[in-house]
């Protein structure tokens, strides 16, 4: 008998690929549908459907769950979920009761679709889904909309999407090449959970990353590992903004770190097929929803987690967690299911700090801040991206070497923007 959390939304893992024989009828059929051609991001969440990742989902969001998902973070049964799952296009001739097939950049037919609905998303409606998905509590409408469209990657990604967005269920057909190219590491929910009960483990802490990590990342993840069973330090494999670093150096980064500083026992490194949405707050939410489908009951969130430049407060992203339906106790979901069992490990600022000789935060640190190296992904890929000194402690020798040999084989160099929090310059 398994102690994991269960899947969220009380249907168990809901999973969209098809096998064997209706596998194989099902690319033939597709072969001959009309073909819509999807981007890498409603790629992954196709692929996510697929392995059971968006459970209860098997499909895109017809109107009223994408209103109802922006508006209240819940699908219009009242099940939780944080962020729209859509699938756009700008095709005019789709009609609502056609079957299409969803091909990727790299051409390979991901998905077929019954199309249940079609409808169509002005401009202005793009810019209601990102205020409420994307603004957070740090901007009034104005000021959010005077940075937003330059600076801010998912409010770029959701402005740049199709007329239109089409719902209904999906038959998912390809995984992609992630298995391929991340052998060990691409796991899907089902094999993390059988991997997790093999190991006993019931209490179990994930750690999000999308960049490598540093000595603030491995501290959280100790920090799973002591009060919890276990931790998944599980990265994004999906795709990032420019000057963000890639998963195959990432991914070497970690097991690098697990191997020399960690007890293997109690640590899994794994990757999902996501692209990152950067909605701060709402992210989080998502991470912790789809990681309740892997078996996780406990989701590490740090300063500013899936923030981007200075959107968002610096802990709005634990902040959120209070506020959500089903919440509180009064609120609580009377149906099985519907609620976020996974539940957030709260951690405040994190640094190493010198006169305290090792790793502190802000709640265990008496010190300044002229005492502590502030930590940070941006400020390590800058300093490495313009072969600038990476100040001492910061990381561990033998990931900061991996890093310098990625760097200094680029041909092409990407400004990275420092913001107040990766500075330091909002510590007081």
Aim: aromatic residues 8%; hydrophobic residues 35%; charged residues 30%.
């Amino acid at each position: 008998m398994s102690k994991l959390v269960p899947p969220h939304g009380g249907k168990g893992l809901v999973i969209c690929k098809l096998e064997g024989a209706e596998l194989e009828a099902e690319q033939k059929k597709a072969e001959g549908l009309k073909k819509i051609e999807i981007s890498d991001r409603v790629k992954g969440d196709t692929i996510m459907m697929g392995i059971g990742g968006f459970s209860p989902l098997s499909g895109f969001m017809k109107k009223a769950d994408w209103e109802s998902v922006c508006e209240k973070m819940l699908l219009s049964d009242g099940t939780f979920w944080p962020v729209p799952v859509v699938c756009d296009t700008n095709d005019e001739d789709v009609k609502e009761g056609d079957e299409v097939a969803l091909v990727g950049k790299d051409g390979v037919i991901y998905a077929t679709m019954k199309v249940e609905e079609k409808y169509e998303l002005t401009e202005d409606r793009k810019k209601w889904e990102c205020e409420m998905v994307f603004k957070g509590n740090g901007e009034d409408s104005e000021k959010f909309w005077d940075v937003a469209l330059e600076d801010h990657p998912g409010v770029q990604m959701v402005m740049a999407q199709g007329k239109y967005n089409l719902a209904g269920p999906v038959k998912v057909l390809s995984e992609g090449d992630y298995a391929e190219r991340f052998p060990g590491v691409y796991m899907t929910p089902a094999q993390i959970r059988e991997e997790m009960d093999k190991r006993n483990w019931g209490k179990v802490a994930a750690l999000q990353l999308r960049n490598p990590m540093h000595r603030s990342h491995e501290y959280l993840a100790k920090l799973g590992v002591e009060t919890c069973d276990g931790v998944v330090i599980h990265s994004l494999i999906g795709n990032l903004k420019p000057g963000d670093i890639p998963a195959d150096v990432r991914i070497k980064c970690i097991q690098t770190l697990i191997d020399n500083y960690f007890v293997k026992d109690f640590v899994i490194n794994a990757g999902y097929p996501l692209d990152m949405r950067y909605a701060g707050p709402r992210e989080a939410l998502l991470h912790a929803t789809f990681r309740q489908n892997y078996g996780v009951s406990e989701m590490l969130i740090g300063r500013d987690h899936a923030g981007v430049g200075d959107f968002y407060t610096l802990f709005e992203a634990q902040e959120i967690f209070d506020k959500i339906p089903y919440a509180a106790p009064e609120e609580a979901c009377k149906v099985p299911g519907k609620a976020l069992e996974t539940r957030p490990m709260k951690i405040d600022w994190t640094f190493y700090c010198f006169k305290c000789d090792g790793m502190a935060s802000m709640k265990t640190c008496p010190h300044t801040k002229e005492d502590r190296v502030i930590l940070s992904g941006t400020k390590l890929r800058k300093a490495l991206s313009e072969g600038a000194e990476v100040p001492d402690h910061f990381g561990r020798d033998e990931v900061l070497a991996i890093l310098r040999d990625y760097y200094e084989g680029l041909t092409e160099k990407v400004e990275i923007k420092m913001q107040g929090a990766a500075s330091g310059d909002a510590m007081k």
